[in-house]
């Protein structure tokens, strides 16, 4: 096939070929001919908290290295010392990204230009890039408190955590799929970078270059400082905090214009956790660090809802859904801090009791752990709100396939929302989890903690919407869970005995979340129960991508989707569907029984029906509110502080990827060595002809008045 | 490839361009006017070529890819005939230039020969022909990568660089035949450069195999090259003399100043 550019160029110059562009045939640029961009790339990011600085960084021009696909870790040693052309581009399968392999391409960085990590669709037997103690320095155990217990001294609750997401490398790191582009790459390397029979290879060598430039340096502090520096009209920030919104919803309505203490009012707070994170940007799927947890608990608030309205119990039962706690508890430090200081419309003293859920990845027949604190246990009160608390939990597992038991050694709260609310005053609490002792989740806080981490699988010639009604087994245990959970709310917020056997939640509606939550959030349902204005976040990067879960990083942008979802998700299954029309629904104040202070009015979209194509849209009535999950050390500006989390995540303009050839500096230099060369002659030749011109064009027959 | 192929390929195309220009035009503003305008009008073909160009194109079928080669050598020779018709054209315009300038300026002579023109507008039309050659090409040479992932050969930027040499010396030599020849009216002489043009055009088909091209191109560039410095007045024997550094003896035997 003729190539435009090979042909002279003068004849048919830029402006045919950028013509041709336009028209939409394929442009053969030059530029095309260089590079091949890498589209499915995923970076890792730079994060800055009060004293540390944890990710990757690139120069602000790219870095280029010469591939090198790493087979092993012996292999290592090609690229940190034996290879003649550095710095290297190491690409590692992900059997090989391990800490030890980082640590050594991060002792001799100037060698090794970047990282490429190919991630595989199947999982390693385990890997988790989070610590080995999550959330140390801000939980409840300190020197102060408990501090035999604090830095994971009794029980260390991940151990398979090697820490690579909190480690600092001044290299690249991105993620490949294992799809053509990365097939690509390595026959580009097996083509040209292969040292043959022990010599070096020759060049032209494949090589790859990785933009990743991060704004934000050294600490938090530091980049919030630069933040405000005023130089010009647009001022040029360099970092955010991290943070978004908590979602909460009770079953009796709160006004929420009334801040602070309520008189005799006492409320169970049955809470979980929306995010979660991995070692690349945004990549994060959670499956049984936290949507195990959050999915249970929507269940159980919708198993509550009738009977609640039929026979409501003395307390008050409020569920609270908490993003940020993967960095040190945005967003449960934020509530309390608002409870504290009179920004909620509760405060500490209100709070009756905990139940938190956390991990429950459950398998039929395994049984469940009650983990509490026995620090503050060894208060009388609290004591036994606590004992009364397993008892009401223990209790509602009659007819299930588990137990719930207590684990035998006096050990410590896992990482918990819970534990924020110890550290402002001694509150009974438990958290439900599905580990004795040590976390059953090999991935944790990892890009591998998918569906199959939850053993969610579908008969396979289901198409999407037979999918999101089949009931799994893992749905079938988390029903079990919410039906429990629900049960011993109803026990703990005082509520009539004879009824608690008639709570049970649904699996239809556990299965249809854990498929829209894992498998694919753009489905039917969750377009249903979805606003119209927020219908484009449930499939990003438009319509013809293949299905995906949702991302449950919390990101900076306050817009996380799965806060989102819980929110409206919430509304529906606690909330009563209302006769007001989308006007009203806006303004429900002007109507007499409806009060925007009480509730909160959301229109969804609601079901296709089956003969029409317009959806049934209407306004549902909710107790469920957002309130906003920032750090508590941003609203006071102490940007070093202790007590709260300081996450912040860098700025940056682009990040992008691409493989291309470099040719050998030999080639290089000689190639401007000729052109310096053909300059200087050229030079020379005209000069000494212009100076004899005269003579050398003499032979003409013009007359002599000729001028030159 | 980085800044020092940058470098290197401009040098290499641009290099005598530059050193013709620095020497024997820079001086003067009314050369450098008429070289602008030269490229001016090399500028004004390729734009009319470029027209037809993309008008047959979207009116051919996309998908054959027969059609399109005939279409792209439709195109070359369609460009060089038009790149000729136009620099007749600039001959006929600065004929009419040269005698309203001599009637505006005060002395009696003419302030540029018509060979001086012929050489400037030769220029002209190589230095825009060289720039829209190379331009792209070494903005996308800057950057860290060669050419050669998809397979394509490694020269490529080297081989541009000596193409485009070649061009501009070409469009250089060629104006001055072409001019001549018009003053004497030798049309025989006309249609070998327009021949030669399209031979040269042509040749750059056989590219990737560059030694191909190039190396019949450069025989070209030195057969017209010489062509062109015996139209212009030089000699076997003037070159002896300046070569053997005899000349000054024979400008005072000629009484001719420098």
């Known amino acids: 096939r003729m190539n435009l550019d090979e042909i002279s160029c003068d004849k048919l110059a830029t402006s045919i070929v950028f013509f041709f562009c336009l028209s939409d045939v394929s442009c053969n640029s030059v530029e095309q001919k260089i590079y091949v961009e890498l589209n499915n790339t995923v970076p890792c990011v730079r994060l800055l908290n009060a004293t540390h600085q944890i990710g990757c960084q690139s120069s602000i021009s790219g870095d280029t290295g010469v591939i090198h696909v790493l087979e092993s870790e012996a292999d290592l040693e090609w690229p940190l010392s034996k290879g003649p052309n550095p710095p290297y581009m190491v690409l590692l399968e992900s059997s090989l990204f391990t800490r030890s392999i980082m640590m050594k391409m991060k002792n001799e960085s100037n060698r090794v230009a970047g990282v490429a990590v190919v991630v595989p669709n199947t999982s390693p037997p385990e890997f988790s890039p989070h610590t080995t103690c999550p959330n140390e320095n801000t939980g409840v155990y300190s020197d102060n408190y408990g501090p035999n217990l604090a830095h994971c001294n009794t029980t260390v609750w991940n151990p398979r955590g090697n820490g690579l997401s909190y480690e600092e490398f001044d290299f690249p790191v991105f993620s490949l799929k294992e799809d053509n582009e990365t097939e690509f790459i390595k026959q580009c390397y097996l083509d040209h970078n292969r040292a043959v029979n022990g010599s070096a290879p020759q060049y032209p060598l494949c090589a790859m270059q990785l933009f990743s430039h991060m704004h934000a340096v050294t600490n938090t502090p530091t980049c919030m400082r630069r933040n405000d520096i005023n130089f010009s009209i647009n001022p040029e920030m360099v970092c955010d905090p991290l943070g978004d919104y908590n979602v909460w919803g009770s079953i009796r309505p709160y006004n929420d214009t009334v801040f602070g203490h309520k008189e005799n009012e006492s409320v169970v707070i049955a809470a979980a956790r929306l995010d979660s994170r991995a070692f690349f940007w945004e990549v994060s799927t959670g499956a049984e660090g936290s949507v195990s947890g959050f999915v249970t608990l929507l269940a159980a608030a919708q198993a509550l809802r009738e009977v609640t309205h039929e026979a409501p119990p003395t307390r008050n039962i409020l569920f609270a859904f908490f993003q940020g706690e993967t960095f040190d508890y945005i967003g449960s430090s934020r509530m309390v801090y608002d409870m504290e200081n009179g920004k909620f419309v509760i405060d500490l003293d209100n709070i009756h009791s905990v139940l938190e859920i956390g991990q429950v990845a459950v398998h039929s027949g395994t049984n469940l752990f009650l983990h509490s604190d026995p620090v503050s246990r060894r208060n009388n009160t609290v004591n036994d709100e606590v004992k009364n608390l397993v008892n009401n939990l223990q209790s509602s597992t009659a007819g299930l396939s588990f137990l719930l038991v207590e684990p035998n050694v006096s050990q410590p709260l896992p990482p918990s929302s819970l534990q924020r609310f110890l550290r402002a005053q001694p509150i009974p609490g438990i958290v439900l989890a599905d580990h004795e002792s040590a976390f059953n989740n090999r991935y944790y806080e990892s890009f591998y903690d998918n569906a199959a981490n939850l053993n969610l699988t579908y008969p396979s010639d289901l198409s999407p919407e037979e999918q999101l009604e089949f009931v799994t087994d893992t749905a079938k245990s988390l029903t079990d869970v919410a039906t429990v959970v629900a049960r011993a709310l109803y026990k703990q917020a005082g509520g009539n005995e004879s009824l608690v056997n008639n709570i049970k939640a649904d699996p239809k509606i556990v299965t249809q979340m854990l498929y829209g939550f894992l498998v694919s959030s753009n489905n039917s349902w969750f377009q249903a129960v979805m606003a119209p204005e927020l219908k484009n976040i449930l499939s990003r990067y438009g319509a013809c991508v293949h299905p995906s879960p949702p991302e449950y990083y919390v990101g900076v942008a306050m817009s996380s989707t799965p806060t989102r979802l819980v929110q409206y998700l919430l509304a529906n299954l606690t909330g009563a569907a209302t006769n007001l029309t989308q006007s009203q629904c806006q303004k429900p104040d002007e109507l007499p029984n409806e009060s925007r202070q009480m509730y909160s009015y959301l229109w969804v979209q609601g079901i296709v029906p089956p003969n029409s194509t317009e959806r049934d849209s209407f306004c549902v009535r909710a107790s469920v509110r957002l309130t906003k999950a920032v750090s508590p050390a941003f609203e006071l500006g102490e940007y070093a502080s202790k007590d709260y989390s300081t996450w912040t995540e860098s700025r940056w303009k682009f990040i992008k990827a691409r493989i291309f050839l470099v040719a050998s500096r030999d080639l290089e230099m000689l190639t401007l060595g000729v052109g310096v060369a053909v300059l200087f002659t050229s030079l020379l030749v005209t000069y000494f002809i212009s100076t004899k011109a005269d003579v050398l064009f003499s032979s003409t027959r013009e007359p002599a008045s000729a001028a030159y | ?258």
């Open chain 2, 1 to 258: 490839m980085t800044a020092s192929v940058f470098f290197g390929c401009t040098f290499i195309a641009f290099g005598p361009a530059i050193a013709l220009f620095l020497f024997t035009i820079a001086r003067d503003p009314l050369r450098v006017i008429f070289l602008i305008a030269g490229a001016f009008f090399w500028l004004c073909s390729l734009l009319l070529s470029s027209l037809v160009w993309f008008i047959t194109v979207q009116i051919s079928n996309k998908e054959s890819s027969s059609q399109q080669k005939g279409l792209l050598i439709f195109g070359v020779v369609l460009s060089v005939l038009l790149q000729e018709t136009f620099r007749f054209g600039y001959y006929k315009l600065l004929k009419k230039a040269n005698e309203g300038l001599l009637m505006l300026s005060a002395e009696e002579t003419m302030p540029i020969s018509i060979r001086q023109l012929a050489y400037v507008s030769g220029l002209g039309f190589g230095f825009m022909s060289g720039a829209f050659s190379m331009v792209n090409i070494l903005a996308d040479s800057v950057g860290p990568g060669t050419i050669g992932i998809h397979g394509d050969s490694q020269h490529y930027f080297l081989s541009s660089a000596f193409m485009t040499m070649a061009i501009i010396l070409l469009h250089m030599f060629w104006g001055v035949v072409f001019f001549d020849s018009c003053e004497k009216q030798h049309w025989w002489s006309l249609a070998v450069v327009v021949i030669s043009h399209l031979l040269v055009s042509c040749l750059t088909f056989q590219n990737p195999q560059y030694v191909g091209s190039l190396v019949p191109t450069y025989i070209i560039v030195f057969l017209v090259g010489l062509w062109a410095f015996f139209c212009s007045g030089g000699s076997l024997r003037n070159l002896k003399l300046c070569l053997t550094c005899k000349d000054k003896d024979f400008l005072l035997a000629n009484h001719r100043p420098r």
